[in-house]
């Protein structure tokens, strides 16, 4: 049996995102939407928080242990704040994280310090590829054996600071398996492209193609060395990553819209008093908690190493797609008009909730 309440080290990192995530993401988001530019002193500060280096055991130059479920927490605390700023702080656990679960002794030894001990740098990863049918577990990128080294060619989408990425961790099928490899940066054959995506939303934050053309790295390179790693962990701690970002940025609608709701008066009665507003705040409410526990009991279960943890985080990652669609489309339509322009940020949270479908691969806890 398992316990809701945080311990106290949890609750003083969540307490510290929190005010983090409402102090300085929530009021920079407008605008580095609109300018497309997230301030490097907003991200420096929020990886000053530790959330990475907190899950970081001390041989590697962390300060403490991996947790999935403080994780979790400290993600939708984040994400109540401002989704592209969240994933922007957690850009180099992308790469430091399945490292750590799934490294051999040697990467985790050359690689974590690298990553944590220093400020904030790029540390990246590339798993989304363009494809209609896209599977994490059924790569097109594909990795061949060469003597003692690996051949990847392929192309990836939506990577996070590739441009200026030290070091990028790219997925790739190897002989019908999903395996991770460490990709130096100017590699020959490896390109990144010179313009941004351009989406629907999340435009504060750089993502970007990257080509793999024959792109050649050592069989020491190969995530988890020459017998390789289980992708199933890494996968299972993206989609909880991605749920427990969909729960922040739903609450955020959800808590904004009721607001609003409270204070807006329409024929004389604040319409938080209608029957119909009140009944879909209640089942924007009750969606919110429902994906939250599913995500917390799939958190757990990776924890203490439960076989169905990768099916729970699935389900917590596929039902958070859905719920925070629900809960931002009826934000905005909660605020009627108002909803509608950028004045407010219910719209922007809609656009943000659109991405969660695709956006396994953009963070990890």
Known sequence: MYSFEPSEEQQ?????????????????????????????????????????????????GGFGDRSAVTGAL????????DLAGTLAVMTPSLFATPILLAGSEEQKKEYLPKVIEGDWAPYTAALIEYAFDFDPNALRTSAKADGSDYVISGEKAFVPFAKDAETILVYANLDGKTQGFIVPKGAAGLSVSDEREKLMSLNALPLYRVKLDSVKVPAANRLGGASGHDFELILASLRIASASAAVGVAKASFEYSMNYAKEREAFGVKIAQKQAIAFMLAEMATEIEAIRLLTWEAAWKLDTGKEDAAKDAYLAAAGAADMVMMVT??????????????????????????GFAMLTGLAIV
């Open 12 to 60: 003083m990192l969540v307490d510290a995102v929190g005010k983090y995530a409402q102090n300085d993401l929530r009021p920079a988001a407008h605008d580095a939407e609109e300018s497309r530019e997230l301030p490097k002193k907003l991200i420096s500060k929020g990886w000053e928080i530790g959330l990475l280096q907190a899950s970081i055991p001390e041989a590697y």
């Open 74 to 81: 400290a993600v939708e605390e984040l994400a109540f704040g």
């Open 329 to 354: 489309d009826r934000g905005v339509q909660i605020l009627g008009g108002h909803g509608y322009i950028r004045e407010h940020p219910v719209e922007m949270w809609l656009r943000n909730g659109r």
